[in-house]
Every structure is written in C-alpha cells, then in structure tokens.
C-alpha cells in the first residue's frame, strides 16, 4: 500500500504557487463549463490547475475564519458563543471542529505567512488548555468531561508534520503532549477499535469512529508510532468490509440491514476509509459504489434529499468528507469540478475547509462525464429507497421501516424514518421537502389514529418514470405511486375504512394540485444539537382522506 503521508502535498512549493496565482482564485477555464440553472454543469476534466485553484481559494478563506474564533488569544469561550447549541456541542465545536483549520494555517505558515503563524500559535494554545483544564476535568453545564478530541487529531497531525522544521522545542512539546494523551484517549474510548469483530454495522460504530480511526492513523505515522498505525489500519479493513454492499455504512441497523443510509454521514464514514486504505490509489468497489450512492440522493442542485436520511434533515449541499472518493469515477470526477468551481469558500466553516484541503490531495484526476442526478432515469438502493427523474422533475419514495424507533429510539441523532415522499424541479427548486422529527407523529405520510410508523420494510417497484411501493402499518398496508410526468402524479392508499392523515412538508403551496380539500400547518421542527431542540418552524399541507389520495405538481 502507497504510504498516504507522501501523497500528501503539505506546502504549495513557489512554482506552484505561482501556477495557482497565475491561474486565478475563481478560475474557470474556457470550454470547461457551461452555466445552466444557476449551476456549472460538469467540465471535461478534472485536472492539477482546478485543484491547486481551489487550495489557494481556501487558503484565502481559511485565514478570516480562524482569525474570528481564535484571533483574540482568549483560550475559551464566552456566553455568546453559539448559544442555540447544547453545551457538548459547545465544548467540541471551539475546541475541536473549529481548530481543525490549523492543518491549512499551517501549509500557509510553512510558506512564510506569517499571520498564519501567530494563529497557529493562539490555537496550540487553545489545544494546552484543553489538555490541561477541559479534558477529565468537570466542565458546567456537562459534568466531568471525558470525550476525547475526534477531529482535531487528525489536523494536529497534519500540522505538525508541516511545521515540525520550524517549530522550537517547547511549541513540538504541546502538541506531543495533547496527542499523546488524546490518541490513547481515543483507543481506549473507541474499545481499542473492537478488535475481531467482524460485524461492525452492529456494534454501532459510526462516523465518530472513522474519523477517530483516521486521526490515530496519521498520529502514528507522523509521531513515529506504528502501534496507533496497525491498529486502525487492521480495523479499517474490518470496517470496509462491514460496510453496506450498496455503499454506505448504517449508524443504525440491526442484522437484516433494514436501518439504512444517512446522507450526511456516510461520506464521513466512507471518506476516512477512502484515505486509511489508499482508495486513491487502490481503488475498492464499495468506494466506488459509496459515490454513486451519494450522487443518486441529490436533487438537481446536488441537495440532499432528507427522506434518504435516517439521521438528518440536512439538505447540505457542499460537501467536504468524501468528496476525494468521488474523482474514481468520470460521474464523479464531474461532480467534483462542478462543486469546486460553484462554491463560493467564504465564510465557511474551519472543519469543512481543512477537509476538503486533504481531500484535493487524495483526488484522482481526469475526464468527467455528467453525474447521475442530472439524468434522467430511476435509481434505488436494496432497500426499498429510490428516485425517478423526469422532465426536470426528482421524485423521491420510501418504503423503510421506522427502525429507529426500535433500536434508537431515545436518542435525538436517530431520527423517525416516517417522511416517505419528496419532490423537486431543476428549475425551481425544492416542492416536498421530506423532513421528518422525533417522536412527533404529526410529520408522518401516514397516520391513522395513533398509527404513524412503518413496522416493517416494505416494498419497491420501478420502471421508466414511475415507482411503486408497499408500506406496512400496525394496523393498515399503504401505497405510493409516483408517475412522474410533465406534471407528476403522487397517488397515495391505505387498505382502511379509517380516515387517514397525510402531511406532506412543502415549500410552495401554489405547486399543489388536488381536488380533495387540505389544509396548511405549521409544524415544530426538530434539532438533534440544539438546546431543547429548537428548530426553525416547518409548513406543511395536511389531507384527511380515505382509501385513495391524489396529488398533481404544477411547475408554475
């Protein structure tokens, strides 16, 4: 296996930089692009001048972000800190998420920039404090604090390894200290990563896992510690291949797979894989698969959809994690050119920055060809879970069970798989949005009497331009039926004299065509990290009906 550490392009040596400054931070090369609905559809390669581009744009971005929350000096943060969050997410957002941009920092400090280097020393500071007066000491509002760092890790590696021939002696002092302390912090916290265990999609490893695993990876390469290095390494082999055969890893599931995926937490899981074990340059067909998965769940505007999601509503549209195991495919490598020209980098978040930083240097390059959510087609995971597209038009189904409620069911990062429906237009934008809650039956498709949740998985069919499913309640089977035409038809049914409820989240009231009568809610929206779960409020159109329901779209 090609040793990942001298694949990684640290410092932009002056030739480099001078390529990047010549070719512009927002460049886009003649030919390449061509714009469409706002977006840039795919270019014909993705090459070394796009990825050196947008290093130097994130350079550019990364310092005003780091300057924000560590600039002053101050090694902890006050009342207004992010107040919306729960403290746990307080404590790790300052000290952890925020300071993973030290990785970039330190590449622009290496190169003689020099406000990059007052930085990095205001967030080594940050990183003593942590050590010495946050990590297993009693923290108000949480009690004794004992989680480990999980992002900051990997960065801190990284940033040593950069910096090591310019730091002095007491500067490489702190950061042996926090990870040495934090590295055996997370094996111990992580079960010493399960040793023979195969079936991993059980024991509830997720996403923190990999990205612990990533972190200790490159701790022990870069601090001459091979322990910490085989460890993960071995586990990574047993986590890939604990993975879903469709492309994902489950964070909630039990032996039949019947959790499935999470959207926005897969590519954490997949792309810390896709770096421990070389995907780069080793390419693995669950990689491979993960990228097509991922780009099958976007909308038009590469979007996520949320009803694919068993673990967020995000409809997060700029990914980071991940993002490098796209480039083994021409889909994905236009997936990616299209994502690095479009996004605009300021004011985004220091994890997210830091991340796709790495990732450009795990990127193969290439031609492009256009990815799967910009053609039309139909697309479904094992699971009854798939898309139809047509017409401009993407129409999500759903025939999941409501595992969550089953095997996670107090846990507020374990949403309640009851949305079962979504629906967009390249041109205008989202109509269902396909949110979901928590305990809150008022969201679902379904619902007769106290009967909101699937029980069991059900069924899918589908062919050119429309899909089927079978949906199985305690006490009534449902159906869906998209037909996904000019105008699409959603025709929904229940096997009950009851009178069902359907609420379908949406975003344009004037798109709805039905001739049975609805009305419009306002339902509680739902955050697994915020205080009291405070969420924007979500609008919604509600049906009380019985044995069928029909429901066209109208574009305007």
């Given at each position: 296996?090609?040793?990942?550490?001298?694949?990684?392009?640290?410092?932009?040596?002056?030739?480099?930089?001078?390529?990047?400054?010549?070719?512009?931070?927002?460049?886009?090369?003649?030919?390449?692009?061509?714009?469409?609905?706002?977006?840039?559809?795919?270019?014909?390669?993705?090459?070394?001048?796009?990825?050196?581009?947008?290093?130097?744009?994130?350079?550019?971005?990364?310092?005003?972000?780091?300057?924000?929350?560590?600039?002053?000096?101050?090694?902890?943060?006050?009342?207004?800190?992010?107040?919306?969050?729960?403290?746990?997410?307080?404590?790790?957002?300052?000290?952890?998420?925020?300071?993973?941009?030290?990785?970039?920092?330190?590449?622009?400090?290496?190169?003689?920039?020099?406000?990059?280097?007052?930085?990095?020393?205001?967030?080594?500071?940050?990183?003593?404090?942590?050590?010495?007066?946050?990590?297993?000491?009693?923290?108000?509002?949480?009690?004794?604090?004992?989680?480990?760092?999980?992002?900051?890790?990997?960065?801190?590696?990284?940033?040593?390894?950069?910096?090591?021939?310019?730091?002095?002696?007491?500067?490489?002092?702190?950061?042996?200290?926090?990870?040495?302390?934090?590295?055996?912090?997370?094996?111990?916290?992580?079960?010493?990563?399960?040793?023979?265990?195969?079936?991993?999609?059980?024991?509830?490893?997720?996403?923190?896992?990999?990205?612990?695993?990533?972190?200790?990876?490159?701790?022990?390469?870069?601090?001459?510690?091979?322990?910490?290095?085989?460890?993960?390494?071995?586990?990574?082999?047993?986590?890939?291949?604990?993975?879903?055969?469709?492309?994902?890893?489950?964070?909630?599931?039990?032996?039949?797979?019947?959790?499935?995926?999470?959207?926005?937490?897969?590519?954490?899981?997949?792309?810390?894989?896709?770096?421990?074990?070389?995907?780069?340059?080793?390419?693995?067909?669950?990689?491979?698969?993960?990228?097509?998965?991922y780009r099958s769940f976007l909308n038009y505007d590469n979007e996520h959809m949320p009803f694919a999601d068993e673990r967020s509503n995000a409809i997060?549209?700029?990914?980071?994690?991940?993002?490098?195991?796209?480039?083994?495919?021409?889909?994905?490598?236009?997936?990616?050119?299209?994502?690095?020209?479009?996004?605009?980098?300021?004011?985004?978040?220091?994890?997210?920055?830091?991340?796709?930083?790495?990732e450009l240097d795990l990127m193969q390059t290439g031609p492009c060809e256009t990815q799967e959510n910009r053609k039309d087609g139909e697309n479904r995971?094992?699971?009854?879970?798939?898309?139809?597209?047509?017409?401009?038009?993407?129409?999500?189904?759903?025939?999941?069970?409501?595992?969550?409620?089953?095997?996670?069911?107090?846990?507020?990062?374990?949403?309640?798989?009851?949305?079962?429906?979504?629906?967009?237009?390249?041109?205008?934008g989202v109509v269902l949005t396909g949110f979901k809650s928590k305990k809150d039956p008022a969201f679902s498709t379904f619902r007769v009497g106290d009967?909101?949740?699937?029980?069991?998985?059900?069924?899918?069919?589908?062919?050119?331009?429309?899909?089927?499913?079978?949906?199985?309640?305690?006490?009534?089977?449902?159906?869906?039926?998209?037909?996904?035409?000019?105008?699409?038809?959603?025709?929904?049914?229940?096997?009950?004299?009851?009178?069902?409820?359907?609420?379908?989240?949406?975003?344009?009231?004037?798109?709805?065509?039905?001739?049975?009568?609805?009305?419009?809610?306002?339902?509680?929206?739902?955050?697994?990290?915020?205080?009291?779960?405070?969420?924007?409020?979500?609008?919604?159109?509600?049906?009380?009906?019985?044995?069928?329901?029909?429901?066209?779209?109208?574009?305007?």
């Open positions: 296996m090609t040793d990942p550490l001298t694949r990684r392009d640290f410092v932009l040596t002056a030739a480099l930089a001078a390529t990047a400054a010549a070719i512009g931070a927002d460049a886009v090369f003649a030919g390449d692009v061509e714009k469409k609905g706002g977006l840039m559809s795919h270019a014909p390669s993705l090459d070394t001048a796009l990825i050196l581009s947008t290093k130097r744009r994130i350079e550019l971005a990364m310092l005003p972000v780091m300057e924000s929350a560590y600039g002053s000096g101050k090694i902890t943060f006050g009342p207004a800190f992010r107040p919306e969050l729960k403290t746990i997410e307080k404590v790790v957002s300052f000290y952890d998420y925020k300071a993973t941009g030290i990785s970039v920092l330190a590449a622009m400090a290496a190169s003689g920039h020099a406000r990059a280097v007052e930085l990095i020393r205001n967030v080594l500071n940050t990183m003593e404090h942590y050590r010495t007066a946050i990590y297993n000491h009693d923290v108000e509002g949480y009690g004794r604090w004992t989680v480990p760092l999980r992002r900051l890790i990997f960065h801190a590696a990284l940033a040593y390894q950069s910096l090591e021939g310019v730091l002095n002696a007491g500067e490489k002092e702190k950061f042996r200290l926090l990870l040495e302390q934090q590295v055996e912090a997370a094996i111990e916290h992580n079960k010493r990563f399960l040793p023979g265990v195969k079936d991993l999609y059980l024991t509830r490893v997720n996403n923190h896992t990999a990205i612990f695993m990533q972190g200790v990876y490159y701790a022990g390469k870069i601090f001459d510690r091979p322990e910490w290095s085989a460890l993960t390494l071995e586990f990574a082999e047993r986590f890939y291949a604990s993975g879903h055969p469709d492309g994902y890893w489950e964070e909630h599931t039990n032996e039949q797979r019947e959790g499935g995926p999470s959207l926005l937490y897969t590519p954490l899981t997949a792309g810390c894989l896709y770096d421990v074990l070389d995907g780069q340059h080793h390419p693995r067909e669950k990689f491979i698969k993960a990228g097509n998965f997060k549209k700029w990914p980071c994690y991940g993002l490098a195991l796209h480039s083994l495919t021409p889909q994905g490598r236009g997936y990616i050119a299209e994502v690095l020209r479009a996004r605009d980098y300021t004011g985004n978040d220091p994890e997210e920055l830091a991340v796709i930083y790495h995971l094992t699971l009854p879970l798939g898309v139809v597209r047509r017409n401009g038009w993407t129409a999500g189904i759903s025939a999941v069970c409501a595992l969550n409620r089953m095997v996670a069911a107090d846990s507020d990062y374990a949403l309640d798989q009851q949305t079962m429906v979504y629906l967009s237009h390249k041109d205008t009967d909101a949740y699937t029980v069991k998985t059900g069924t899918l069919e589908m062919g050119s331009g429309w899909a089927q499913a079978v949906l199985f309640y305690q006490t009534f089977t449902a159906g869906i039926r998209w037909d996904v035409r000019s105008v699409p038809k959603l025709t929904l049914t229940a096997d009950t004299d009851r009178e069902v409820v359907t609420t379908l989240p949406v975003t344009d009231l004037s798109r709805i065509r039905s001739k049975a009568p609805f009305a419009v809610v306002d339902l509680k929206g739902f955050s697994p990290y915020t205080q009291e779960n405070a969420a924007p409020g979500v609008k919604a159109v509600r049906f009380s009906w019985k044995k069928q329901l029909e429901i066209e779209f109208a574009l305007r």
